[in-house]
């Protein structure tokens, strides 16, 4: 429903759900089977996608359901919706992507991985492209690390323009760069494994734990209908605005691994 934010718990296997005054999980009760949620998504009907470790399930407002009876992933590490409004999903076994719309699910062909293909080629060995941030003014920018979590910090392609790599000799606090964010004002946001950093078009400006982070390992980023920016963490969720950052909860959620409204 509007208003609430969902974060996935990797460690717990649960959804949590907060409404601005109360934290509610949800679960197993709900038909939630997965062996762990690493990965949130918004539906174009405004349902809930969860992918984790065994697939991906879809929740209603009342329950969950997995995806396909055909469809069974080791892991599923990403979830976006298409312009049709079609299902996305990365998962290994190796690094596959597959799109399902709205009745099965279906292998993309290889030309769907051509951008990817243009990152692995300007570095020369074989990466996974992680995230992918389409943003407003048509620029697209690219978080690079491979599967065992090493970074090698973000490209950003713009059109007419040669690609742009940032890094940590750039202003970012880690080269490895977990979610990206672009919010209402055009400026991006990324969560690394030292923190948050904030891209004006210039300069970045960086967030950690002596700014009140509850953790410097920041996994994903969400910005909510308000423009209020909300940080998982490896230690809870923390909520900032108006430059103040607060820490929500920490006690009933750990390692947030994905967040959306």
Not at 18 to 32: D, H, P, R, S, T
Not at 68 to 92: E, I, K, M, N, W
Not at 193 to 200: H, I, K, L, N, W
Request: proline share 2%; glycine share 14%; hydrophobic share 40%.
């Amino acid at each position: 429903p509007k208003g609430e934010l969902y974060a996935a718990s990797a460690r717990t296997g649960k959804i949590l759900r907060y409404n601005g005054g109360e934290m509610g999980a949800l679960g197993a009760e709900q038909g939630l089977s997965i062996g762990n949620c690493v990965v949130l998504c918004t539906g174009a009907g405004g349902d809930i996608f969860v992918g984790g470790l065994g697939g991906v399930w879809r929740y209603d407002g009342e329950k969950f359901q997995a995806l396909a009876a055909d469809f069974s992933p080791q892991l599923v590490l990403s979830l976006a919706l298409d312009r049709q409004g079609r299902l996305l999903c990365g998962h290994t076994p190796g690094a596959r992507l597959s799109r399902f719309d709205g009745d099965r699910v279906e292998c993309l062909i290889d030309e769907q991985f051509s951008n990817i293909t243009i990152v692995e080629k300007s570095f020369g060995f074989i990466q996974t492209v992680a995230k992918i941030c389409v943003c407003k003014n048509g620029d697209t920018w690219f978080a690079v690390r491979s599967m065992d979590g090493a970074g090698r910090g973000v490209g950003l392609r713009r059109e007419g323009v040669a690609l742009r790599w940032f890094n940590r000799q750039d202003g970012l606090p880690h080269d490895t760069v977990w979610d990206m964010v672009e919010d209402r004002h055009g400026h991006m946001w990324f969560a690394t494994s030292e923190g948050v950093a904030c891209y004006d078009g210039v300069d970045f400006n960086c967030l950690d734990i002596s700014d009140g982070l509850p953790s410097k390992f920041v996994r994903c980023i969400c910005e909510d209908d308000r423009g209020h920016l909300w940080f998982g963490t490896d230690n809870g969720l923390a909520h900032y605005h108006d430059q103040l950052l607060q820490v929500v909860c920490t006690q009933q959620i750990d390692q947030v691994y994905s967040l959306i409204q």
